[in-house]
């Protein structure tokens, strides 16, 4: 569905996974019930759309469209910042055991044509390894 700005018509979508530093599986329980609460508000903040969330153990996968006036950097910086800075204080426990939640790297795709059907079976493929 192609969404609009002032100035643009646009149908962005990205799949972007990113994990905790480490990899450990700290997204769990309560820990991956919040971000999952987090990341919505997050996204809409930014003037997005969440399309689809998978949070697990070890990794997020997050689809979902955003304006052509941010970078995927820029994206990522706040997803990340906000909602490190969140769980970190509502978890006190994340803190001993990581010096940061997140790693630095993450995964960007484009997704504009791909179904989200597509994109579905994909991330339900990775919850087996």
Partial sequence: MTKRTRHAHYNINYHLVWCP???????QGDVGKRLAELLPDVVVNLGGE?????VQSDHVHLVASFPPTLSVAQIMFRLKGKTSHQLREEFPQLKSRLPSLWTRSYYAGTAGEMSAETIQRY???QKGK
């Fill in 123 to 125: 991330i339900d493929a």
């Fill in 50 to 54: 969440v399309i689809n969330l998978t």
């Fill in 21 to 27: 530093k480490y990899r450990r599986p700290v997204l």
